[in-house]
């Protein structure tokens, strides 16, 4: 198929590399020139403007929008608004509000163009691991881009089979599912968001436990230095708390045991905060994720272990630096 592409950085770039390995015409746009460049040499095409991304994208033309959530998502899902014609697609691969993507596809519905949101995990890994997708809007259009989804997606790989899953059918096991309609891709990407926070808050917990286990204030007797690093490894190996989130806990320990390179100021960037409206919307108590969120909030105070560990896990699957600290 034909796409065009908004947004090149970490994820948006490796996805238009993914997608022309897989037979694909991408036409590409960024702000930064540069970055333009780079992909149009591996066999994209540039363009110089949406304007003119638009322009060389035959109808029905379909443009993923691979940029922050908010503002910079608002302005370029309106633009390609006045400049896309009926048939064509907009596709929101970001992190965007569900409640967002409901508002946007009305407005642009009123051109005859339609609103595809797709929550989308895989992070700086996509590019050879494949993208998990989660994915909303008009069913008959999300079946039309189907072969874009398969290509993103990771496939079967060598994921053992759930019981009974040959019954079903579907996409899942492929690595992406059509949820419903509009803003309910990226709905179940927040509350996946929202989880991830608990689970890496759990990690990060527990090892500063251990790291402190030879802490003076402690009987000589019970006092262990224990290799975090070495503990990481063997908990990947048929332990129950095995996860892609502990193999790059793993990584980053053997890296620098110390973390020595993190201030532990952990970011949140909104999902967990929806998660939790969400929840308080529905009146389902969410303990874990909405005190996984207060932590990152807290650490931007002072930080401990735990919040470096949280800090290095952001950074391997995701590539997110540290932000600097707000002056006071």
Known sequence: MQMGMVGLGRMGANMVRRLIRGGHNCIVSDHAPANVQQIAGEGAIGSASLADLVSKLTPPRAVWMMIPAGDPTEKTALALGELLQRGDIIIDGGNSYFKDDVRRSKLVEQRGISYVDVGTSGGVWGLDRGYCMMIGGPQKIVE??????????????????????????????????????????HFVKMVHNGIEYGL?????????????????????????????????????????????????????????????????????SGEGRWTVEAAMEES?????????????????????????????????????????????
Request: glycine share 10%.
């Open 200 to 268: 890496m808050q759990a990690y990060a917990e527990g090892f500063d436990i251990m790291r402190n286990s030879n802490s003076t204030a402690l009987p000589e007797e019970i006092r262990y230095n224990l290799k975090l690093e070495d503990i990481a490894e063997v908990w990947r190996r048929g332990s129950v708390v095995s996860s892609w989130l502990l193999d790059l806990t793993a990584m980053a320990l053997v890296e620098n045991p110390a973390l020595s390179e993190f201030t532990g100021q952990v970011a949140d």
């Open 284 to 328: 389902v108590p969410c303990e874990v994720i909405t005190s996984a969120l207060f932590t990152r909030f807290r650490s931007r105070q002072g930080n401990t272990f735990a919040e470096k560990l949280l800090s290095a896990m952001r950074n391997k699957f995701g590539g997110h630096v540290e932000q600097a600290a707000a002056a006071k």
């Open 144 to 185: 039309y881009l189907d072969p874009i989804f398969h290509t993103l997606a990771p496939g079967k790989g060598s994921i053992p089979r759930t019981p009974g899953r040959d019954k079903l059918g579907g996409t899942s096991e492929e690595g992406y599912i059509y949820c419903g309609p509009s803003g309910s891709g």
